[in-house]
Protein backbone atom coordinates (compact mmCIF):
# COMPACT_ATOMS: atom_id res chain seq x y z
CA UNK A 1 0.00 0.00 0.00
CA UNK A 2 1.49 3.41 -1.27
CA UNK A 3 1.05 6.60 1.19
CA UNK A 4 -1.64 8.09 -1.36
CA UNK A 5 -3.68 4.85 -0.80
CA UNK A 6 -3.36 5.30 2.78
CA UNK A 7 -5.36 8.29 2.10
CA UNK A 8 -8.53 7.17 0.74
CA UNK A 9 -11.51 5.94 2.71
CA UNK A 10 -12.17 2.20 2.69
CA UNK A 11 -14.61 1.60 2.73
CA UNK A 12 -16.78 5.10 1.30
CA UNK A 13 -20.13 5.14 3.30
CA UNK A 14 -21.80 7.66 1.77
CA UNK A 15 -23.92 7.81 5.35
CA UNK A 16 -20.60 9.26 6.82
CA UNK A 17 -20.42 11.93 4.62
CA UNK A 18 -21.19 15.63 5.50
CA UNK A 19 -20.54 18.66 3.10
CA UNK A 20 -17.43 20.80 2.79
CA UNK A 21 -19.45 23.79 4.00
CA UNK A 22 -20.80 21.84 7.36
CA UNK A 23 -17.50 20.74 7.98
CA UNK A 24 -15.83 23.78 8.08
CA UNK A 25 -18.55 25.29 10.19
CA UNK A 26 -17.93 21.97 12.69
CA UNK A 27 -14.35 22.80 12.37
CA UNK A 28 -14.19 26.40 12.54
CA UNK A 29 -12.13 26.53 9.85
CA UNK A 30 -12.73 27.94 5.74
CA UNK A 31 -14.31 25.44 3.27
CA UNK A 32 -10.19 25.99 1.25
CA UNK A 33 -8.76 24.32 4.18
CA UNK A 34 -10.74 21.41 4.88
CA UNK A 35 -10.58 21.07 1.11
CA UNK A 36 -6.96 20.52 1.72
CA UNK A 37 -7.10 18.71 4.72
CA UNK A 38 -9.00 16.30 2.18
CA UNK A 39 -6.11 16.06 0.27
CA UNK A 40 -3.72 15.92 2.87
CA UNK A 41 -5.44 14.26 5.56
CA UNK A 42 -7.68 11.78 3.18
CA UNK A 43 -10.89 13.04 5.62
CA UNK A 44 -13.01 12.67 2.27
CA UNK A 45 -13.48 12.06 -1.41
CA UNK A 46 -14.64 12.84 -4.54
CA UNK A 47 -17.83 12.01 -5.36
CA UNK A 48 -19.76 12.50 -8.62
CA UNK A 49 -18.00 16.28 -8.77
CA UNK A 50 -18.16 17.70 -5.35
CA UNK A 51 -15.64 16.67 -2.00
CA UNK A 52 -17.53 14.62 0.64
CA UNK A 53 -16.29 14.80 3.87
CA UNK A 54 -16.61 11.94 6.29
CA UNK A 55 -18.16 12.78 10.08
CA UNK A 56 -15.84 10.30 11.45
CA UNK A 57 -12.77 11.28 10.07
CA UNK A 58 -12.96 14.95 11.02
CA UNK A 59 -13.20 14.53 14.63
CA UNK A 60 -10.49 12.41 14.45
CA UNK A 61 -8.21 15.02 12.96
CA UNK A 62 -9.32 17.61 15.20
CA UNK A 63 -8.64 16.05 18.09
CA UNK A 64 -4.77 14.98 16.71
CA UNK A 65 -5.64 10.95 16.87
CA UNK A 66 -3.72 10.00 13.76
CA UNK A 67 -3.87 6.76 14.57
CA UNK A 68 -7.46 6.29 14.58
CA UNK A 69 -7.35 8.25 11.36
CA UNK A 70 -5.01 5.79 9.83
CA UNK A 71 -7.13 2.83 11.22
CA UNK A 72 -10.37 4.55 9.70
CA UNK A 73 -8.91 5.14 6.18
CA UNK A 74 -7.89 1.71 5.84
CA UNK A 75 -11.46 0.48 6.50
CA UNK A 76 -11.16 -0.60 10.49
CA UNK A 77 -14.78 0.22 11.60
CA UNK A 78 -14.65 -1.96 14.84
CA UNK A 79 -11.40 -1.73 16.91
CA UNK A 80 -12.47 0.48 19.77
CA UNK A 81 -10.33 2.95 18.88
CA UNK A 82 -12.70 3.80 15.88
CA UNK A 83 -15.73 2.86 17.29
CA UNK A 84 -15.93 5.30 19.31
CA UNK A 85 -16.05 7.99 16.97
CA UNK A 86 -18.42 6.18 14.90
CA UNK A 87 -20.92 6.24 18.56
CA UNK A 88 -19.60 10.20 18.71
CA UNK A 89 -20.95 10.86 15.41
CA UNK A 90 -24.22 8.96 16.11
CA UNK A 91 -22.94 6.60 12.78
CA UNK A 92 -24.04 2.70 14.35
CA UNK A 93 -24.18 0.65 11.40
CA UNK A 94 -21.45 1.35 8.64
CA UNK A 95 -21.74 -0.36 5.35
CA UNK A 96 -19.12 -2.98 4.44
CA UNK A 97 -17.01 -2.30 0.86
CA UNK A 98 -19.25 -4.98 -1.27
CA UNK A 99 -22.75 -3.51 -0.34
CA UNK A 100 -21.27 0.11 -0.44
CA UNK A 101 -20.38 -0.45 -3.94
CA UNK A 102 -23.34 -2.00 -5.10
CA UNK A 103 -25.94 -0.08 -3.30
CA UNK A 104 -24.47 3.24 -4.32
CA UNK A 105 -22.42 2.52 -7.64
CA UNK A 106 -19.43 4.11 -5.49
CA UNK A 107 -15.73 2.63 -6.40
CA UNK A 108 -14.15 1.82 -3.38
CA UNK A 109 -10.87 0.37 -5.11
CA UNK A 110 -9.38 3.43 -4.41
CA UNK A 111 -9.26 4.65 -8.06
CA UNK A 112 -11.40 7.72 -8.75
Do not use: C, F
Not at 20 to 40: C, D, F, H, M, P
Not at 62 to 89: F, H, I, N, P, W
Not at 104 to 112: I, N, P, R
Amino acid sequence: MTDDDDRVLRPYDPAEAISVAKAAKIAGRSKRTILEWVAKHGIGRKVVGRVEVSAVALPMLLDGDMAALRAYRRGDRSSERVARYLARTDIKNPQNAQNTQSRYGVVVSGEE
